[in-house]
Structure formats: C-alpha cells, structure tokens
C-alpha cells in the first residue's frame, strides 16, 4: 500500500470509529432524521364559538398521523420535533385532571424517561410541544436541542412552533397571519401556515398537512366532536390542498339552515 492509499484509509477508519461512538451518535439525533422531525405549526382558540383547532405542515409523510391531538372541552396539542408522540394523550389526560398548560409542559419533561428509539437515542432536550386548554390558554417548549432553526411564537389565542426551519420569521407570519385573518378558525389555522412557508417553511420542502377542530357536538352527525379532521398525506403542494378543502367545508357550513344549540358560527355556519 503506498503513503497516499494508507492516509485514505487511516481516514476512512478513524471517520467510522467517530460515527460509531456514543457521542456521535447523540450528535446524529440532531441532524435532520430518515425519520423527519421537522415540523411547524399552530395551535389555536376562536372565543366566539369555543372551538379548539391546530394545524401542521412537514416535509414527511402524513405529519398529522403523529402532532396533532385534541378533545373537545379539554384542549389541543401538538406533538413534534424528535417526538414522543406519547405527550398529546398524556397532556389531554392532565388537561381532564384539571393541570395548567404550563404545569403540564413542566410534568411531561421531568417525567419522560429518555428511553430512545429502537434502540438508537432519541433525547428528550430535543422534543417540541404545545399544549392549549379549553379557554385558550397554553404553554409551548422547545427542547435545547431541537434541530435548527427550532423555537416557539406566542400570539393571542394562539401558539405556533417549529424545527429545521428557515428561521424565526416561520412561526412569526404564522402568528401574525392568524391574528389578522378574519372568519372560521380552520381558515385562520390555514393562513397561519401559509404565512410559516411564506417565510421559509420547512428546510426540506412541503410533503404533507393536516387540520384538528373540536367543538362538542359540533361535528355531523350524532356525538361528534370532531368539526374537521383534514389530512393532506403526500402532495407537492399540501397547504395549497388543505385550503382547497377547508374552503370547501366552509361553504358546506354556510348552506345548512340553522346552527344546532350551542354550535352557532362553528365553521363558518349560521349564528
């Protein structure tokens, strides 16, 4: 072997020994993941119907299947990062128990016991949540080492966050866009995120969305909390697509008659 071929492969050798060494592999969990960690959304509360919604947007697959959580009369959370998607039912059973948001942030951190992922780490100073109750009121955390750019936005009735995104101006427009956007919630939740990828969105790119609104009774048919559960799986153009259909249920509100008691505005339906 001459000197230049066993330089190369002195190289090669100490590279693996560093990827394969504990420290390593904690600093891996930070870069963005096969397993797509990065995530923004919002989390919101309309006063003048009582509905709870969020909405979210990523460049993974089905995004909505692992954020978002939500039951009527009890909050709305958001679950995302390097998750543990654990938190949503566990911050909506603290929630019925009658914990503060901030509490709960507080109880799900301390508590979590930082077991991995499949064997491989998957630290708890990495996650991201948010949890709102029925009034409004919540609390969001952002993990030391969520992957960059990572933080969280604080608005009126409303909360956005996200990782690996282009910047602090994400969760800014989406905030800003849900405050001054009038009508339904689900149409303010959508501006939000178009307000998020107007000003960098995601790193990766777009690939999925999804909207949660609860309101009890509110939903169709008999006992159905759920006002709208959307979900936009694998599109070039998820938010473009959930507007599209959030747009489209809308105006399904708008035709019926009358509102049933207690739902009036919900959606965007008679009062």
Request: aromatic share 6%; hydrophobic share 40%; net charge neutral.
């Amino acid at each position: 072997m001459d000197r230049k071929a066993g330089a190369l492969a002195l190289v090669v050798a100490l590279l693996l020994t560093i990827l394969h060494s504990p420290a390593s592999s904690v600093l891996r969990a930070q870069d963005p993941d096969p397993l797509g960690t990065g995530t923004f959304s919002i989390l919101g509360y309309d006063p003048s119907t009582g509905e709870l919604g969020a909405a979210v947007q990523s460049r993974v697959f089905s995004v909505g299947n692992g954020v978002l959580w939500g039951e009527a009369e009890t909050g709305i959370v958001a679950t995302q990062a390097i998750v543990d998607v654990s938190y949503g039912p566990k911050a909506l059973a603290l929630l019925r128990a009658g914990m503060t948001p901030d509490a709960i942030v507080k109880a799900l951190i301390d508590s979590d016991p930082d077991p991995g992922y499949r064997g491989e780490p998957w630290p708890k100073s990495g996650r991201q949540f948010a949890v709102m109750d029925a009034k409004g009121r919540y609390a969001a955390y952002t993990g030391p080492n969520a992957t960059t750019w990572a933080g969280h936005k604080s608005g009126k009735y409303c909360t956005a966050q996200g990782n690996i995104l282009a910047g602090e101006a994400v969760v800014a427009n989406m905030v800003k866009n849900f405050e001054e956007t009038e009508g339904p919630l689900s149409l303010r939740l959508v501006a939000a995120l178009e307000g998020g990828q107007a000003g960098g969105g995601d790193t990766r790119g777009q690939q999925s969305a999804a909207l949660l609104i609860v309101k009890k009774d509110c939903g169709v048919w008999l006992h159905n909390d759920t006002v709208l559960r959307l979900q936009v799986d694998d599109n070039p153009e998820p938010i473009k697509e959930l507007r599209r259909l959030v747009e489209k249920a809308v105006e399904g509100s708008k035709r019926a008659r009358r509102a049933s008691p207690g739902c009036e505005g919900v959606n965007g339906g008679p009062r």
